[in-house]
DNA sequence: CCCCAGGCTTTTC
DNA sequence: GAAAAGCATGGG
């Protein structure tokens, strides 16, 4: 069994949290709210790394992991990296949006410590196609329940403590799934389950080349067209997997809350008709208007989650 | 009992 | 082509 013993610090420039569980739905992802700092840990995998994350501040968090690399990258690196620690995310908003939004903008002030993280691609791809007209709880019991049926045990003991963690499952893992197993994992939708099966066997026979697909040059139209060719991803999952599996920030998943925002904050009379993909383009067409299109599904997810807590009273993290 | 929940696919008009 | 209906289940 391992210990947890090295111990990082991270200054960030926010204020109130540090939200990561809610963009995978799981347990194996951490969400540090800094309202409980320095009483709560959260322990997670990361790239198949068990992680333990404490804040320490309402600016400083700190990382406590048994390796020093991650995938052949410094600790420091990979998170500064991993965390977007990169990014300013007031700065993700157009010049002139706090002037031409003031109410919006006064009431994102909460949210700018919010961060969209580099994951990994397959877990993203696979994790969001959980995540199809369901509930947050079902999706998020889907995760773990993939991830404690096909997933790597990592156990590690923390101040007498000990944490038992699962990595996210391989894609041969998953390709290789019996899939009247697997759907117990997915909601008993065996619809779902077979998807997963067949996206999981493009990736391990190199037919989905998720490494390559990461290059930031691909346009973004013909990165959701290929991602659309697995069945169960259609537009709103496949930017997803662009914006967090991708790293491509440009990427504007709108569902259901982020069509509501649309209509009720941006007055988008496109948002009042249904989510068709003509209406999906549409949507998306117009968001980029008072968005930085390169940046837009970053700014997105800081609304989308101000939307659900501040306006629908969702409390999800 | 009905409706919705961070949609996608198939069928029907 | 664009709309409407299934998918599965839990909770309000």
Redesign the pocket.
Known sequence: MNSLILKYHYKINSKICLNIR??L?SGQTFLWNIHNYGKTFYSSIIQSYPVLIKGISEHEFEIYSTTKCIDGVPLEDFISHYFTLDIDTKKVFPKDFPERYPEIWQLLMPYFSLRVMRQDSFETMIS?MC?????????RKQVAMLVQTYGEKRCVSFLGNEIVLHSFPSPERLAAADPALLSSCT?????RAR?IILAAQRVAEGRVDLEALGDPQIPLSELRSIL?Q?????????D?VALFGLGRFDAF?I???VKQYLGKWFNSSTAL??L???TYLALDAEARTFLNPDLAGYAGHLL?HCW?REVKR?R?F
């Open positions: 809610d963009t739905f969001f995540a199809q007209g369901i509930g947050m709880h079902l999706i909601n008993n939708n065996r619809i998807n659309c697995n069945g169960g991803i259609g537009y709103k999952i496949a997803c998943p569902d259901t809350h008709r249904s068709s993909p003509a989308f659900r969702l999800t």
